[in-house]
């Protein structure tokens, strides 16, 4: 029984996935095909726990639909670039690498980590959702603006947003009946823990690579990442308590500042721009990961 909760603690299972993603990632290439079905298992377990009549009042989606741009897309955004102007070469691929990254939507990964932190839920769902329709219509003008003569990758988006999103939040509607929820309540923390550790062995093992034979060129990547997810983020907490924001409240929208997805980041990088540029992407999946962990450490339930 010891060993058991030792095994299925949260924070073993977690660094666990992070340490054999490192030294032991062969088999992250099989299967990382598997890794969007293993998000959809996570996103419909946490979907689950919230019903649609809390997401979809018109008033409570536009105001936080709104909040959630001014900290994922506005805040993140500009702070980031502002660093990547200020400490990479005017010239430097990478600069584009974090353009992909400021423009990226949130990442579907605050939907989980909000049950586990008992955060604001409805805005965590209302943020990550709206952050996808607003991502939508952002890159293509975004494309057109950089004239890329490469074709916009539309119908991936698409099946991303309807893979991460729209199917767990149609199947967990079947997960709201009374007995399921029943069975869920004991489980749903279980479930997400082990999805969530084949996620980061899976994002760990695909981009060690990048760590083990670029060392120099992350240096700078990796100073204005560290510097956004823990300095800034210590600032945002700092001016949100003399806010007197509720503590819900404060743990989504630090969530919603920081999580970005790095895979639609990385993919626009090396698609419009090259290796160089999916860099920042590569190096964000380790600091954003390492942050994670001691925010769960820090904020999980109890």
């Excluded at 800034?232 to 806010?243: G, P, T």
């Excluded at 007197?244 to 630090?254: D, F, P, Q, V």
Aim: glycine share 4%.
């Amino acid at each position: 029984m010891r060993l058991k909760q030792i095994l299925f603690n949260r924070n073993v299972l977690l660094l666990s996935a992070m340490l054999l993603g490192i030294f032991a990632g062969d088999l992250a290439d099989s299967l990382k095909e598997f890794a969007s079905y293993d998000l959809l298992i996570m996103m419909t377990v946490s979907f689950s726990a919230v019903s649609f009549k809390q997401i979809f009042n018109f008033k409570k989606f536009s105001q936080n639909a709104l909040l959630a741009f001014a900290f994922n897309y506005l805040l993140f955004g500009s702070l980031l670039m502002l660093l990547a102007y200020l400490l990479l070469p005017a010239n430097s691929p990478m600069i584009y690498g974090f353009l992909f990254i400021a423009l990226a939507p949130p990442g579907v990964v605050i939907v989980p980590f909000s049950q586990k932190t008992d955060c604001n839920k409805e805005f965590s769902v209302i943020g990550t959702l709206s952050g996808y329709l607003i991502q939508i219509i952002i890159f293509p003008v975004l494309i057109y603006f950089l004239n890329v003569k490469q074709q916009l990758p539309i119908n991936f988006l698409l099946w991303q947003f309807s893979l991460m999103l729209v199917f767990p939040l149609l199947i967990s509607r079947v997960l709201r009946f009374e007995k399921a929820q029943m069975i869920l309540k004991n489980l749903r923390g279980r479930i997400i823990d082990i999805t969530f550790f084949i996620l980061i062995y899976i994002v760990i093992g695909i981009t060690r690579k990048v760590f083990f034979t670029n060392i120099t060129e992350i240096v700078i990547p990796l100073i204005i990442l560290l510097i956004m997810y823990f300095p800034m983020v210590w600032i945002l907490q700092y001016i949100m308590n003399k806010l007197k924001i509720s503590e819900a409240n404060k743990k989504s929208y630090i969530l919603m500042f920081v999580v970005k997805n790095n895979g639609v980041s990385a993919m626009f990088s090396l698609l419009i721009v090259g290796e160089d540029a999916a860099v920042p992407s590569a190096v964000l999946s380790v600091v954003l990961l390492i942050f994670l962990l001691i925010y769960l450490n820090e904020h999980q339930k109890k």
